[in-house]
């Protein structure tokens, strides 16, 4: 009988073991499963080509693996993704992914105050675009944005017209670039800088090609196809300058601080940042599980290495530290946006 007990004993400790082991390995595996099957990324550019596009896609094939769903990359543009990001329902079936336009849009009054940062849940930083750029055309009578402002001003009855998308990324480098010569030159030479405002990098290339402007905003991962040996004259282009705190690696293009471009006696640096936002009242479980998710998601070199096909790098900022980042450096932004030119006093005729 002691024989049978002990038996018995072995045999149900031994289930009571293999029954815990079971739950917590089902509690790791399902630690970043969400709820919902469709995560739907919504995000503020309608290209598919573009920046923004390339890097959503991105984050959200390496994401949805992470937490075991389906995601899809939407391309609704910023208005009409801010809006269903709004009335999205609370379990993260709908989440929403850009860039820093998505506070500076809102400074230049291009986006209503109520899509400040403030009013959602601001998600996870995941990845950085050093070569926020700016062209002109591969025979341009000079090679960096500050000869422009030399070339200017040894002909003064020149102007240099540039290309912008209005309310973002592609207006804050420029307002840098006019203050920088509206302080180091005057307004004899500032007044000759005019702006054509238009919308996609499609639209911008365009407008160099056709001569309706001198210098263009854009992107190395967009523009560097045009700058290559053996492309044609008439669409050749050349990197006249990049917004980032550091050159960007493989490439010889000066930044704005190497040009010594100041803005109110500072180096003018920006790094164009990718993030989430989301629903203001997110179900928390959701938001746990997304930034532990994109925690596995940007330690994954096949992640890095998709990236870099672009020229994008891996820029990883927690949940707990993004909104304060974001904030701070809008914040920042801010002062140039107040003193930057009026568009509609300087667009080209």
């Known amino acids: 009988m002691k024989k049978v007990w002990v038996m018995l004993f072995v045999l149900l400790l031994g289930a009571v073991l293999a029954g815990c082991g079971k739950e917590e390995a089902s509690g ?3 630690s970043t499963k969400v709820d919902v099957s469709r995560v739907r990324v919504l995000i503020g550019s309608s290209s598919t080509g573009g ?11 390496y994401l949805e693996k992470e937490l075991d769903t389906n995601a899809k990359v939407d391309a609704v543009g910023a208005n009409r993704a801010f809006d269903e990001l709004a009335k999205a329902k609370t379990d993260g079936s709908s989440v929403m992914f850009f860039h820093d336009m998505a506070y500076l849009g809102v400074e230049y009054g291009s986006f209503d105050e109520k899509y400040s940062l403030e009013n959602w849940t601001v998600g996870p930083v995941v990845a950085l675009n050093p070569g926020n750029a700016f062209l002109a055309k591969a025979d341009a009578p000079f090679d960096t944005m500050a000869e422009s402002a030399e070339w200017l001003k040894s002909n003064p009855d020149k102007t240099i017209k540039v290309a912008i998308e209005a309310g973002g990324v592609s207006q804050i480098g420029f307002d840098a670039y006019y203050l920088w010569v509206k302080e180091e030159y005057g307004t004899e030479v500032s007044d000759r800088i005019k702006v054509y405002v238009t919308g996609s990098q499609s639209d911008k290339d365009q407008a160099l090609w056709d001569g309706n402007v001198d210098i263009i905003h854009g992107s190395v991962s967009s523009n560097a196809q045009y700058t290559e040996e053996g492309v044609e004259d008439k ?8 917004t980032s705190s550091e050159r960007l690696e493989g490439y010889e293009i000066p930044t ?4 010594g471009i100041k803005v109110d006696g500072k180096e003018f640096t920006f790094d164009k940042e990718y993030f989430f936002l989301l629903p203001k009242d997110i179900d928390q479980a959701f938001v746990d599980k997304l930034d532990q998710a994109i925690a596995e998601v940007v330690k994954n070199p096949d992640y890095a290495k998709d ?4 020229a994008f790098v891996v820029n990883h900022i927690p949940m707990e530290e993004a909104e304060a980042h974001l904030t701070e450096k809008r914040d920042i932004l801010s002062n140039i946006i107040k003193n930057g030119p009026d568009l509609n006093e300087i667009t080209a005729n």
């Open 307 to 310: 990236l870099s096909v672009n």
């Open 256 to 259: 704005f601080a190497e040009q």
């Open 235 to 242: 669409i050749k282009m050349k990197f006249v300058g990049i």
């Open 28 to 30: 790791n595996e399902d």
């Open 51 to 61: 920046d923004t596009y390339q890097n959503a896609d991105a984050v959200t094939r």
